[in-house]
């Protein structure tokens, strides 16, 4: 499933134009509400569902996180039920036949979700939105997706959380399907993929330079046995990005276009923890994960502490 959205997004995005939309949210005083303490600084888009838009160093102009189309960000999604041709229904042919897709950013028709509710607290963000069926055109999904967001040091810990209350009669209700936890997009300065995919995991066993596959050879590189529950893009001099879900071993991980560049430019680095997850019409779906940001080392380490906190 992943495999034929990723293959088909890239194809239709890479060399699209990005459209401008209006703001959902009528009752934040900011579409990018911030925050700082001192070692990052994060940024959310109101008018895109409040998926992760910017992180840098603080005090820095330098995003890591590329947002050249509605595709890419930190955001949520999720898959549930068959495929189905919709296009009579208004489904785009580029994204047919498709399964219940719910979207943070948007749709394909850059139609926007609505912010329910949004709330700042210190160091930690919090939204509420309705997102869109992704094959659809302008159809809000029967669901609602809460994320909270909050910077810990060099570390962002993000909880999100999926309610479902369908009442569809067309997809079915019992189907397993990979989800992205999430889909992270670093940009591609950031080119250089390192893991631990050993059998000694969380004992400091040398981690694995990891080969990077690109987009154009037909998918992202997949990774099994990702026994540390984290993948990191970095730069020359080893600094950059680590993602890390503990409830994850199997990852998705690759760069599409070309390396060094930044995030507006089409080119992305691309990280998605995944696991197989059945989610009912009416459920709700919750987890966390970490972005970590500094040298390949800090990130490791950073990782460990987070790993015996859980224990």
């Given at each position: 499933m992943i495999k034929f959205f990723i293959l088909l997004l890239f194809s239709l995005v890479l060399f699209s134009q990005s459209g401008k939309g209006q703001s959902t949210n009528q009752g934040v005083s900011s579409d990018?509400?911030?925050i700082d303490n001192g070692i990052l600084t994060l940024k959310l888009d109101l008018t895109r569902g409040g998926a992760i838009s910017y992180l840098s160093l603080s005090g820095s102009i330098r995003s890591i996180v590329n947002i050249a189309d509605e595709g890419r960000y930190i955001q949520q999604s999720y898959y549930a039920g068959k495929r189905l041709d919709r296009k009579a229904d208004g489904q785009?042919?580029?994204?047919?036949?498709?399964?219940?897709?719910?979207?943070?950013?948007g749709d394909a028709y850059r139609n926007r979700a609505k912010i329910l509710d949004f709330q700042k607290s210190g160091n930690s963000l919090y939204v509420k939105c309705i997102p869109m069926l992704w094959d659809m055109n302008n159809r809000p999904a029967e669901a609602e997706?809460?994320?909270?967001?909050?910077?810990?040091?060099?570390?962002?810990?993000?909880?999100?959380r999926l309610t479902c209350h369908r009442t569809d009669m067309i997809y079915g209700d019992s189907i397993r399907n990979d989800q992205e936890l999430p889909a992270v997009y670093p940009i591609s300065a950031l080119q250089y993929l390192y893991a631990y995919t050993g059998n000694a995991p969380f004992t400091?066993?040398?981690?694995?330079?990891?080969?990077v596959i690109n987009l154009s050879s037909g998918f992202w590189g997949r990774y099994k046995n990702v026994s540390e529950h984290w993948m990191a893009f970095v730069d020359g001099n080893q600094w950059g990005m680590g993602i890390y879900n503990p409830k994850c071993d199997y990852f998705l991980a690759g760069m599409a276009g070309?390396?060094?560049?930044?995030?507006?430019?089409?080119?992305?680095?691309?990280?998605?923890?995944?696991?197989?997850?059945?989610?009912?019409?009416?459920?709700v779906y919750e987890y966390e994960y970490y972005v970590i940001i500094g040298t390949l080392q800090e990130i490791?380490?950073?990782?460990?502490?987070?790993?015996?906190?859980?224990?």
């Open positions: 990018e509400p911030m785009s042919p580029h994204w047919s036949p498709w399964s219940w897709n719910p979207i943070q950013v997706m809460e994320q909270w967001t909050t910077l810990e040091g060099s570390v962002l810990k993000v909880r999100n400091k066993a040398v981690s694995d330079s990891i080969t070309v390396p060094g560049k930044e995030a507006a430019d089409g080119s992305t680095s691309y990280i998605a923890p995944v696991k197989k997850e059945i989610l009912y019409k009416n459920c490791r380490t950073r990782i460990y502490e987070l790993h015996s906190g859980s224990n």
